[in-house]
């Protein structure tokens, strides 16, 4: 069955950046164009970015563009997100997305 498991959540402060990781299972990751998305507490899932499946065409949410990079490892089946001069307001469960799946998320809290 297809799996994703996201990880390298965690507190930090404003300015500060993180490295989200998601490991996929169960399907054709390398086939597959793969999205994060995030969902902040009380508001609804808000889609962040995407990349196809060969990993050079990315699309980002405005208010992330130039701080966050999407990117893959196809031969480990691995989706990234880095997240630089990360914002109050990036505070969020973030997860990778394929199709209509979800992982469980990661909680990002950034918060001085």
């Known amino acids: 069955q297809v799996q994703l498991v996201e990880s390298g959540g965690g507190l930090v402060q404003p300015g500060g950046s993180l490295r989200l990781s998601c490991v996929a299972s169960?399907?054709?990751?390398?086939?597959?164009?793969m999205s994060w998305v995030r969902q902040a507490p009380g508001k609804g899932v808000e889609w962040i970015s995407s990349?196809?499946?060969?990993?050079?065409?990315?699309s980002y949410l405005t208010s992330v563009k130039g701080r966050f990079t999407i990117s893959r490892d196809n031969s480990e089946n691995r989706l990234y997100l880095q997240m630089n001069s990360l914002k109050p307001e990036d505070t969020a469960v973030y997860y990778c997305?394929?199709?209509?799946?979800r992982g469980q998320g990661t909680q990002v809290t950034v918060s001085s």
């Open positions: 997305s394929w199709a209509n799946f």
């Open positions: 990349i196809n499946n060969f990993g050079d065409t990315t």
């Open positions: 169960g399907f054709t990751f390398s086939s597959a164009a």
